[in-house]
């Protein structure tokens, strides 16, 4: 079985101080970790993803995660947040060895950036 | 966005009837599924396709089904539907290269 974990239902943070979403994941073999973020009214899109190699992945529009193995987490960073940043922010995880793609998703974190 | 549309975008109907919402895709993906989005859910498996006429469930199956005749739709029902399934539904693929899952713009399901 795989999980997922979002500690926060909602992050605050003030434009131009970085932030940090959340994620702790579980999973049998091989983890393969994702961020989504949605905004109102629309689908998720994909920011990035960790499938092997360096721990520090680059995404979309400024943001980073870290895949920390021995803390079951992948935490979504942004050295200096946006007001355009607010959003819902998912994590998704997917045992590698799942033939069918099936990713997990958290719960979601909603993240409010103030001017 | 993958080329992916959904209809109807949104929908309102009568609890017991029959719904049908329909996910097309254009890029000839092999996996596409099926999620519910619901407040503190996140979002949840319903089912999922890994070709034509293959599919399978998710997490959430009960009270749904699904079928796969063409590549590019795939097609969720909801028998007789119930206010519990009053959601957010999204349709998505695999870019099996990358192993990334792309979404759909969503419909809008409120059961009365």
């Known amino acids: 079985a795989q999980s997922v974990a979002q500690p926060e239902d909602q992050v605050n943070v003030a434009e131009g101080n970085p932030l940090t979403v959340k994620c702790t994941y579980s999973v049998s073999g091989n983890p393969y970790l994702f961020w989504y973020v949605q905004y109102p009214n629309r689908g998720l899109q994909f920011l990035l993803k960790y499938i092997t190699g360096d721990n520090l992945v680059k995404g979309s529009y400024g943001f980073e995660a870290e895949f920390n193995k021995s803390q079951t987490s992948f935490h979504l960073k942004k050295p200096s947040a946006l007001v355009s940043d607010s959003a819902l922010y998912f994590c998704a995880v997917r045992d590698g060895g799942n033939a069918g793609n099936m990713l997990t998703f958290g719960g979601g974190t909603r993240l409010m950036v103030k001017p | 966005d993958a080329g992916i549309t959904q209809s109807p975008r949104h929908k309102v109907t009568e609890t017991g009837t029959p719904v049908t919402l329909r996910c097309h895709q254009t890029?000839?993906?092999?996996?596409m599924y099926w999620y519910r989005q619901d407040p503190g859910h996140g979002l949840r498996l319903i089912h999922y396709s890994y070709g034509v006429k293959d599919t399978d469930k998710g997490e959430v199956s009960d009270g749904y089904s699904v079928s796969r005749s063409k590549t590019e739709d795939f097609l969720l029902t909801l028998e007789s539907a119930t206010s519990s399934q009053t959601s957010v539904y999204f349709c998505?693929?695999?870019?099996?290269?990358?192993?990334?899952?792309?979404f759909g713009p969503g419909t809008r399901l409120t059961v009365t």
């Open positions: 998505a693929i695999t870019q099996e290269a990358r192993y990334e899952q792309y």
């Open positions: 890029e000839n993906h092999r996996y």
